[in-house]
């Protein structure tokens, strides 16, 4: 039985998706977003790094993505959690990922 099917007779089950190495793949296979499946969209939260994606793990500098019902909850346990944060990090992987989205062939994703 599917991850998805079981989940349909919990409805308050919220899902952690941690996808930080989402674009490494194996195989020429391509990676999957749980959230993308079915209807999981609604309980997911999917958490990416920067750290991985652009080969700078000690910056320690991630994003969640999901519906704003979860994602406003989880900002509020960020908030009373989390007491330092690298702004200057947190700006240059902002700048990073504009490039990224640009299509700057200079970033490759790469399959092994």
Known sequence: ????????????????????????????????????????????????????????????VGWSIGPANIIYLGGIIYNTSNYCTNTPAQVAFSKALQIVDQGDPSFKQQSV
């Open 1 to 60: 039985m599917e991850i998805s099917e079981v989940l349909q007779d919990f409805p308050n089950v919220v899902v952690l998706a941690d996808e930080v190495y989402d674009f490494l793949t194996f195989d020429s296979h391509e990676h999957v977003s749980f959230a993308t499946l079915g209807d999981n969209w609604h309980k997911t939260i999917t958490i990416y790094s920067g750290g991985k994606l652009m080969n700078a793990t000690g910056w320690k």
